[in-house]
């Protein structure tokens, strides 16, 4: 029983390219997260939405779009990837209705771009 | 803003010794405090979490963590740490819209 899936596992592409990450939670959750971490390992937000609407937007280029079709999914499409694009993408989820709001995470989509 | 600041970046140690890693908070609010550990090519997982109650929290495989109000410090121990325990490990603060904020990381890595 896969808690967080994310789609694809390993993404390999060249740059100039667009593309796109899927998650899914069957955890009933309302929030779902988008991270990204980088080659020394250090893990930042990128997007958050609460019942399919956008709550945390970071600092992330224009060419980053989230989209939440219902609380269940939480997809990213990137375009015109860059070579700093390549990190280890992480989806997750909370609940609000939990007190500690503890995320859950997807086993990752690591994104290579050539 | 919440910050999260862990001090070691990289600790070796050999099996069975004790395990310290540090973890300073800021933040002005209510806090949510979490220690996640992220085992090689796998994603992460929650140690343990801290929202009220006792500040010594315990977690899953020997962890427990201590929460100091007046140090923002919510530092992670394992009085005997195993090979199995090599991984990286993050401290996240988190409020109460569900942001969490996590540090940069502390590379664990026991030698046999």
């Known amino acids: 029983d896969t808690a967080v899936s994310q789609t694809p596992k390993y993404l390999v592409t060249q740059m100039g390219n667009d593309k796109s990450i899927k998650c899914e939670q069957n955890?009933?959750?309302?929030?779902m997260y988008w991270y990204k971490q980088d080659s020394k390992k250090f893990l930042k937000i990128m997007f958050s939405?609460?019942?399919?609407?956008?709550?945390i937007n970071e600092t992330v280029p224009n060419r980053f779009s989230p989209k939440s079709p219902d609380k269940a999914h939480l997809n990213l499409h990137i375009n015109s990837l860059e070579l700093g694009d390549s990190a280890v993408y992480f989806c997750?989820?909370?609940?609000?209705?939990?007190?500690?709001?503890?995320?859950?995470f997807g086993p990752g989509t690591r994104l290579t771009v050539t | 803003a919440q910050s999260v600041s862990q001090h070691n970046h990289h600790v070796i140690l050999s099996e069975a010794a004790s395990l310290e890693l540090g973890c300073n908070y800021s933040?002005?609010?209510?806090?949510?405090l979490f220690w996640y550990v992220q085992y090689p090519g796998q994603h992460l997982q929650l140690l343990l979490k801290?929202?009220?109650?006792?500040?010594l929290v315990k977690g899953i495989k020997g962890f427990e963590a201590e929460f100091i109000k007046s140090k923002f410090s919510f530092n992670l121990r394992k009085p005997s740490v195993q090979w199995s325990d090599t991984a990286e490990y993050f401290c996240?603060?988190?409020?109460?819209?569900?942001?969490?904020?996590f540090g940069d990381g502390t590379t664990l890595t026991v030698k046999p």
């Open positions: 933040y002005g609010g209510t806090v949510n």
């Open positions: 939405y609460n019942n399919k609407e956008l709550i």
């Open positions: 997750a989820s909370s609940s609000r209705y939990e007190t500690s709001y503890e995320q859950y």
């Open positions: 955890l009933g959750h309302d929030t």
């Open positions: 996240a603060v988190g409020d109460n819209a569900g942001k969490s904020t």
């Open positions: 801290y929202f009220s109650g006792d500040p």
